[in-house]
């Protein structure tokens, strides 16, 4: 076994790297080539998921192992009381599919369920915390429609060693425990405040042995009964009473949300880019769209004969970035309620034309949508705010078929809430709180049943001849789709191996601000930035990339120096 984990956070570096040494983790850098391979964002569930591969288990096999770990030992960025978002490339079809576990709003919600008396939206945070934006967990019934399709070993053996770890207990992290000691909001919610924080309020230290066990008897209750055990029966009544009995912020989630959610298999939506084929999800989460939009944009250009991160790169990325934005703020939404072109985006003579609309020499930005339906008068953009949270893992299992799963409780801690053990998201703050603006509807505005868009960007890439190449994704909020596509830009156009990728700064424009990595090359180019015109902002991106490139030698992994993660492949 081989692992890998670097780390760039000032503000948790020494300790982390202090807190898995004293776990009697080998650590080493480099490059990884192997039979099987996984990232994650957690050591735990990096051996959680690199145990069932060494058993013989598939991708799906091994991404349910570390899903049910990172629910114990990453509950500020996912778990099973949330959603997510799952490629899956078959080796021998060479087939790339998509499962769709995203959030679902309740049947009772109307348009005005964050809008306050006077019509104007609340605050987030006043509609983040709380049982109001609570969404029914996709996460489940997902990996249950995957395992079905593409699991080897049995269903209840994968959720042994998360049961396992809940009961023995794991040690905080210092990552968890910066997160705990930063939230206002966790420690007034029971049962996380017990759990999480000391009886004065304080976030228990890092090392603390932190025992889970109504996680762990969660946990046995879905392996024994499968779905049906969290989507009906004593846990799906936990959940639903934690969020109608909210005492601030009561939500709307019924038991019969819970036992009519289904999660989705779908066709990926993909793009030629250099002659790989670039594979993300299709709606509602804006990821594939857009960050393929941009790397069609980009194309033409030749990012090859630019350095990385040098002034002339990382305007054209930019400009095409603030593009692609401009039309995801318009037109992308749950395409089971509203009608989205995403053909007319990616097509060929769209992109012409928006391509047309970047300089060399000066920003655009602020750019208006394009109109490839001729829709684009008939809607406004919306004001959804997604904040970095979420979390991302990589597989690739030892019959070479592979899984990219981006998932999430949406904000740090999602509600706040807890049940079963398990925080539950605030996915439905994804939608636009108002429906409509100036007369004019926003696709992404709430609706009963519908799933809330979404920036994560879960990719597989593929080569000229169908084989897999790459698997890559990250959490970060909205800006996930920048981090991606960096990332994918990195290896294909400058030759840079998948760690390299990783570590490469990040620079986001999502139509507006141009932000640049705190404490990275990219600050100097704070003038010749502002020179063409942009606002320029200094600051801190924590993207979690976790990914894995296909070499002639063998497998390479890449975990995100500004997180946690590690990579580990036999």
Same mark, same amino acid.
């Not at 429609?145 to 994968?158: Q, S, Y």
């Not at 790397?295 to 004969?305: G, Q």
């Not at 990616?346 to 060399?360: G, K």
């Not at 991606?484 to 191996?497: A, C």
């Given at each position: 076994?081989?692992?890998?984990?670097?780390?760039?956070?000032?503000?948790?570096?020494?300790?982390?790297?202090?807190?898995?040494?004293?776990?009697?983790?080998?650590?080493?850098?480099?490059?990884?080539?192997?039979?099987?391979?996984?990232?994650?964002?957690?050591?735990?569930?990096?051996?959680?998921?690199?145990?069932?591969?060494?058993? =013989?288990?598939?991708?799906?096999?091994?991404?349910?192992?570390?899903?049910?770990?990172?629910?114990?030992?990453?509950?500020?960025?996912?778990?099973?009381? +949330?959603?997510?978002?799952?490629?899956?490339?078959?080796?021998?079809?060479?087939?790339?599919?998509?499962?769709?576990?995203?959030?679902?709003?309740?049947?009772?919600?109307?348009?005005?369920?964050?809008?306050?008396?006077?019509?104007?939206?609340?605050?987030? /945070? *006043?509609?983040?915390?709380?049982?109001?934006?609570? =969404?029914?967990?996709?996460?489940?019934?997902?990996?249950?429609?995957?395992?079905?399709?593409?699991?080897?070993?049995?269903?209840?053996?994968?959720?042994?060693?998360?049961?396992?770890?809940?009961?023995?207990?794991?040690?905080?992290?210092?990552?968890?425990?910066?997160?705990?000691?930063?939230?206002?909001?966790?420690?007034?919610?029971?049962?996380?405040?017990?759990?999480?924080?000391?009886?004065? +309020?304080?976030?228990?230290?890092?090392?603390?042995?932190?025992?889970?066990?109504?996680?762990?008897?969660?946990?046995?209750?879905?392996?024994?009964?499968?779905?049906?055990?969290?989507?009906?029966?004593?846990?799906?009544?936990?959940?639903?009473?934690?969020?109608?009995?909210?005492?601030?912020?009561?939500?709307?989630?019924?038991? &019969?949300?819970?036992?009519?959610?289904?999660?989705?298999?779908?066709?990926?939506?993909?793009?030629?880019?250099?002659?790989?084929?670039?594979?993300?999800?299709?709606?509602?989460?804006?990821?594939?769209?857009?960050?393929?939009?941009?790397?069609?944009?980009?194309?033409?250009?030749?990012?090859?004969?630019?350095?990385?991160?040098?002034?002339?790169?990382?305007?054209?990325?930019?400009?095409?970035?603030?593009?692609?934005?401009?039309?995801?703020?318009? /037109?992308?939404?749950?395409?089971?309620?509203?009608?989205?072109?995403?053909?007319?985006?990616?097509?060929?003579?769209?992109?012409?034309?928006?391509?047309?609309?970047?300089?060399?020499?000066?920003?655009?930005?602020?750019?208006?949508?394009?109109?490839?339906?001729?829709?684009?008068?008939?809607?406004?953009?919306?004001?959804?705010?997604?904040?970095?949270?979420?979390?991302?893992?990589?597989?690739?299992?030892?019959?070479?078929?592979?899984?990219?799963?981006?998932?999430?409780?949406?904000?740090?801690?999602?509600?706040?809430?807890?049940? =079963? +053990?398990?925080?539950?998201?605030?996915?439905?703050?994804?939608?636009?709180?108002?429906?409509?603006?100036?007369?004019?509807?926003?696709?992404?505005?709430? &609706?009963?049943?519908?799933?809330?868009?979404?920036?994560?960007?879960?990719?597989?890439?593929?080569?000229?001849?169908?084989?897999?190449?790459?698997?890559?994704?990250?959490?970060?909020?909205?800006?996930?789709? +920048? /981090?991606?596509?960096?990332?994918?830009?990195?290896?294909?156009?400058?030759?840079?191996?998948?760690?390299?990728?990783? *570590?490469?700064?990040?620079?986001?424009?999502?139509? =507006?601000?141009?932000?640049?990595?705190?404490?990275?090359?990219?600050?100097?180019?704070?003038?010749?930035?502002?020179?063409?015109?942009?606002?320029?902002?200094?600051?801190?991106?924590?993207?979690?990339?976790?990914?894995?490139?296909?070499?002639?030698?063998?497998?390479?992994?890449?975990?995100?120096?500004?997180?946690?993660?590690?990579?580990?492949?036999?």
């Amino acid at each position: 076994m081989k692992l890998s984990r670097r780390l760039a956070n000032p503000i948790i570096k020494l300790v982390t790297l202090f807190f898995f040494v004293g776990l009697a983790i080998p650590v080493s850098a480099g490059e990884h080539k192997g039979k099987f391979i996984i990232s994650a964002a957690n050591p735990h569930a990096s051996q959680a998921g690199f145990d069932i591969l060494s058993k =013989g288990g598939s991708a799906v096999d091994a991404a349910i192992a570390t899903q049910m770990v990172l629910t114990l030992v990453e509950p500020q960025s996912s778990g099973i009381g +949330g959603g997510a978002f799952f490629l899956h490339y078959d080796n021998k079809s060479q087939k790339v599919t998509t499962f769709n576990g995203r959030e679902k709003a309740p049947a009772a919600v109307t348009p005005d369920l964050f809008l306050k008396s006077d019509g104007t939206p609340q605050k987030f /945070y *006043d509609a983040v915390v709380g049982g109001k934006a609570v =969404g029914v967990p996709g996460i489940i019934a997902m990996m249950e429609l995957a395992h079905k399709k593409h699991g080897n070993l049995p269903w209840k053996d994968l959720f042994e060693p998360a049961i396992r770890l809940a009961e023995n207990g794991f040690e905080i992290s210092p990552r968890l425990h910066f997160l705990l000691n930063r939230d206002k909001f966790l420690k007034n919610k029971e049962p996380a405040r017990s759990y999480f924080y000391t009886a004065e +309020g304080e976030a228990k230290p890092v090392r603390t042995l932190l025992k889970n066990p109504e996680l762990a008897a969660s946990l046995r209750l879905i392996a024994e009964q499968g779905s049906d055990g969290f989507y009906k029966g004593p846990l799906a009544e936990k959940i639903v009473a934690a969020v109608k009995s909210d005492p601030q912020n009561p939500g709307l989630l019924t038991m &019969e949300d819970m036992a009519s959610y289904s999660a989705q298999e779908k066709e990926p939506v993909c793009s030629l880019y250099r002659g790989n084929n670039v594979c993300g999800m299709g709606m509602p989460t804006s990821g594939g769209v857009t960050s393929q939009q941009i790397l069609k944009l980009v194309e033409p250009f030749n990012l090859s004969a630019h350095n990385a991160g040098s002034e002339k790169a990382v305007h054209l990325i930019s400009e095409a970035s603030a593009l692609a934005f401009s039309d995801r703020g318009l /037109y992308l939404a749950d395409d089971d309620f509203v009608t989205v072109p995403v053909k007319g985006l990616l097509s060929d003579t769209y992109l012409q034309t928006r391509r047309s609309l970047i300089s060399e020499d000066r920003t655009g930005v602020p750019f208006e949508a394009g109109d490839p339906s001729k829709k684009a008068g008939l809607l406004s953009p919306d004001d959804a705010i997604e904040l970095p949270s979420t979390s991302h893992f990589s597989i690739v299992d030892g019959n070479g078929n592979a899984v990219s799963i981006t998932t999430s409780v949406e904000n740090v801690f999602g509600s706040r809430l807890m049940a =079963g +053990g398990f925080i539950l998201n605030n996915q439905l703050t994804d939608f636009s709180f108002r429906p409509e603006k100036d007369g004019k509807l926003i696709n992404n505005r709430i &609706e009963p049943g519908k799933r809330p868009r979404s920036s994560m960007s879960p990719s597989i890439v593929l080569d000229s001849s169908g084989n897999l190449k790459m698997v890559i994704g990250s959490p970060g909020g909205s800006r996930i789709i +920048g /981090y991606v596509t960096k990332t994918i830009i990195g290896v294909l156009d400058w030759n840079l191996s998948m760690q390299e990728a990783i *570590d490469l700064p990040h620079h986001i424009n999502r139509n =507006g601000t141009l932000d640049l990595e705190q404490g990275t090359i990219l600050e100097a180019l704070l003038p010749a930035m502002e020179a063409k015109g942009y606002k320029v902002k200094i600051r801190t991106l924590n993207s979690g990339l976790h990914g894995i490139l296909v070499t002639d030698q063998g497998y390479e992994g890449g975990a995100d120096p500004r997180r946690e993660g590690v990579v580990l492949q036999n």
